[in-house]
């Protein structure tokens, strides 16, 4: 019982942060794509802070993944 309440756990622990990036970087993208449709010259700075933010949410997902593997290792 304690090792599948261990695996849900895990299995939350993951899914949860890579449906928020997943969900985040896609809003992210759609509204670059409009921002730079709306004013193509400031593309350079549009492409920047989209890379940016996607890294920042893409680290969520990696965070969720590695307390994932800490909650199936540790025990």
Do not use: W
């Amino acid at each position: 019982m304690e090792s599948l309440l261990t695996i849900i756990a895990a299995a939350v622990a993951v899914a949860f942060p890579c449906m928020g990036a997943g969900l985040g970087i896609g809003k992210a993208a759609a509204s670059a794509v409009e921002a730079v449709a709306r004013q193509p010259e400031a593309d350079s700075k549009v492409t920047k802070n989209l890379l940016l933010g996607c890294a920042l949410a893409e680290a969520t997902a990696i965070y969720g993944f590695v307390i994932a593997l800490i909650i199936l290792l540790v025990k």
